[in-house]
């Protein structure tokens, strides 16, 4: 039966708490390649200004973009370092500070570039834990404040000081501490969601990957038990003849003996190991009604009755299979009033597996969503608030998508009904055995 990790597992604790062991946040590489387009776009901003005869303090500005050229320069030649979260946070405070000082002596909330003080807090959220992103986005927020009440005005060609009405100063202000919610808030959650998927496929697989090494493990004890009785039954019959020969030698006698009673011993253990091996090595593949028992088997108990109405061909055991269907069932008696049917159809060239449940069914409006990661987290066994209902369903998905499977939801009279197609070539396999009896072991 496939599970996932224990509790106590290093991953599913990573995964609880939302934080890879040892993980890099952002590769330093890619902020210094982000901070020499950022370099670029300055200088052009500057360049242009410059021609179009608009008056600001170019000393300082040129100061200021030259200390991000030299820090990108002592980063370059510095040994690679692992980005670490406290050294990505002093480097996008770096980043910050130098954008919002540039804002101040170019305009502050006239400066038609003032946007880019947003990149510093978005890439954090992108990249780091809510605290960190919390503390950039307050200091981001506090600089914002400071280049709008003391940033030094821009001058026309002719010397005259360009204005922005106090008015549109403040919406500027508003719009830009609007845009650092919303933008950091956005990327956080995008980002930890996207991380959560990846660790819960992760951990699947890992689990998936264990069963079928045990599988193969069947395979060889099995073999071994069987390539092991012929030699076996030799030693039995060359300790019996040597015990009758050593009759008048009761020593020997009784060590011919000894020898036969182990090698007896010896063909007891293989039998039950070979019983064991064959059977995991039956168990890539087995009857439809084995492979959806199998699947049924940890909700049978929990409450509604899971009813089994299947008669189908042998299919491959996939432990990925089994896995999806058991979330599409446990979905099901999670949400049942009573009872939860699995029947099976089956054709020339498809076998559908369908999953339907008595209890409230899916919201409307959510039905074309199914499927997807995140839709909402369980804080009510009631599918009329949809609780809970993303992740195990995304990943029931995307492995009986792998499998070659197409899903389909819908609502029943009552009840959620999901349906599992798959070509009947890709899922039938051959029931054979993987190897025959030995008889010398019985022997």
Same mark, same amino acid.
């Given at each position: 039966?496939?599970?996932?990790?224990? %509790?106590?597992?290093? $991953?599913?604790? %990573?995964?609880?708490?939302?934080?890879?062991?040892?993980?890099?946040?952002?590769?330093?590489?890619?902020?210094?390649?982000?901070?020499?387009?950022? =370099?670029?776009?300055?200088?052009?901003?500057?360049?242009?200004?410059?021609?179009?005869?608009? &008056?600001?303090?170019?000393?300082?500005?040129?100061?200021?973009?030259? %200390?991000?050229?030299?820090?990108?320069?002592?980063?370059?030649?510095?040994?690679?370092? @692992?980005?670490?979260?406290?050294?990505?946070?002093?480097?996008?405070?770096?980043?910050?500070?130098?954008?919002?000082?540039?804002m101040a002596l170019t305009g502050g909330m006239a400066n038609p570039f003032a946007l880019l003080v947003l990149a510093p807090v978005?890439? %954090?959220?992108?990249?780091?834990? +809510?605290?960190?992103?919390?503390?950039?986005?307050?200091?981001?927020?506090?600089?914002?404040?400071?280049?709008?009440?003391?940033?030094?005005?821009?001058?026309?060609?002719?010397?005259?000081?360009?204005?922005?009405?106090?008015?549109?100063?403040?919406?500027?202000?508003?719009?830009?501490?609007?845009?650092?919610?919303?933008?950091? +808030?956005?990327?956080?959650?995008?980002?930890?969601?996207?991380?959560?998927?990846?660790?819960?496929?992760?951990?699947?697989?890992?689990?998936?990957?264990?069963?079928?090494?045990?599988?193969?493990? &069947?395979?060889?004890?099995?073999?071994?038990? #069987?390539?092991?009785?012929?030699?076996?039954?030799?030693?039995?019959?060359?300790?019996?003849?040597?015990?009758?020969?050593?009759?008048?030698?009761?020593?020997? #006698?009784?060590?011919?003996?000894?020898?036969?009673?182990?090698?007896?011993?010896?063909?007891?253990?293989?039998?039950?190991?070979? @019983?064991?091996?064959?059977?995991? $090595?039956?168990?890539?593949?087995?009857?439809?009604?084995?492979?959806?028992?199998?699947?049924?088997?940890? #909700?049978?108990?929990?409450?509604?009755?899971?009813? =089994?109405?299947?008669?189908?061909?042998?299919?491959?055991?996939?432990?990925?299979?089994?896995?999806?269907? @058991?979330?599409?069932?446990?979905?099901?008696v999670d949400f049942a009033e009573n009872r939860v049917v699995i029947e099976t159809q089956v054709t020339r060239e498809t076998l559908?597996?369908?999953?339907?449940?008595? &209890?409230?069914?899916?919201?409307?409006?959510?039905?074309?969503?199914?499927?997807?990661?995140?839709?909402?987290?369980?804080?009510?066994?009631?599918?009329?608030?949809?609780?809970?209902? +993303?992740? +195990?369903?995304?990943?029931?998905?995307?492995?009986?998508?792998?499998?070659?499977?197409?899903?389909?939801?819908?609502?029943? &009279?009552?009840?959620?009904?999901?349906?599992?197609?798959?070509? =009947?070539?890709?899922?039938?396999?051959?029931?054979?055995?993987?190897?025959? #009896?030995?008889?010398?072991?019985?022997?």
């Open positions: 039966m496939t599970q996932l990790p224990p %509790a106590d597992d290093p $991953l599913t604790k %990573a995964m609880r708490t939302g934080n890879t062991p040892n993980a890099e946040p952002i590769r330093m590489r890619t902020l210094v390649l982000l901070r020499w387009f950022s =370099i670029s776009g300055q200088m052009a901003a500057v360049i242009v200004a410059w021609f179009m005869g608009v &008056g600001f303090v170019k000393t300082p500005v040129i100061l200021l973009i030259a %200390a991000s050229i030299l820090m990108n320069l002592w980063l370059f030649l510095c040994p690679p370092k @692992r980005t670490s979260p406290n050294r990505a946070v002093l480097q996008l405070s770096f980043d910050l500070v130098q954008i919002s000082a540039l978005t890439i %954090a959220a992108a990249s780091l834990n +809510g605290r960190q992103v919390l503390a950039l986005g307050l200091a981001t927020v506090a600089l914002i404040s400071f280049a709008a009440v003391f940033g030094l005005s821009l001058r026309e060609p002719d010397g005259d000081i360009l204005r922005m009405e106090p008015i549109l100063q403040l919406g500027h202000w508003v719009a830009l501490v609007i845009g650092v919610v919303f933008f950091a +808030g956005y990327a956080h959650r995008v980002t930890a969601e996207l991380s959560d998927t990846a660790n819960a496929l992760f951990a699947t697989q890992m689990a998936l990957s264990r069963e079928q090494r045990l599988q193969h493990l &069947g395979g060889v004890v099995a073999a071994a038990a #069987h390539e092991m009785g012929t030699p076996l039954a030799t030693i039995k019959l060359i300790a019996g003849e040597l015990a009758d020969e050593l009759s008048d030698d009761p020593d020997l #006698h009784a060590d011919a003996i000894t020898l036969r009673n182990s090698a007896d011993r010896c063909a007891a253990i293989l039998r039950s190991m070979g @019983r064991a091996g064959k059977d995991d $090595l039956h168990m890539r593949a087995a009857p439809l009604r084995a492979v959806l028992e199998d699947a049924a088997a940890p #909700h049978a108990d929990r409450g509604p009755l899971v009813e =089994i109405i299947a008669d189908g061909p042998v299919i491959r055991r996939d432990p990925a299979i089994i896995h999806a269907l @058991r979330n599409l069932i446990q979905n099901a559908t597996v369908t999953v339907r449940d008595d &209890g409230p069914g899916y919201p409307p409006h959510l039905l074309s969503r199914i499927g997807d990661p995140y839709l909402s987290r369980r804080s009510e066994a009631q599918r009329g608030s949809y609780e809970g209902m +993303g992740l +195990g369903l995304f990943i029931a998905k995307t492995l009986l998508e792998r499998s070659g499977a197409k899903l389909s939801f819908a609502n029943g &009279g009552p009840g959620a009904i999901v349906s599992v197609r798959w070509p =009947i070539d890709r899922i039938r396999s051959v029931d054979r055995l993987a190897l025959s #009896h030995n008889p010398n072991i019985d022997s």
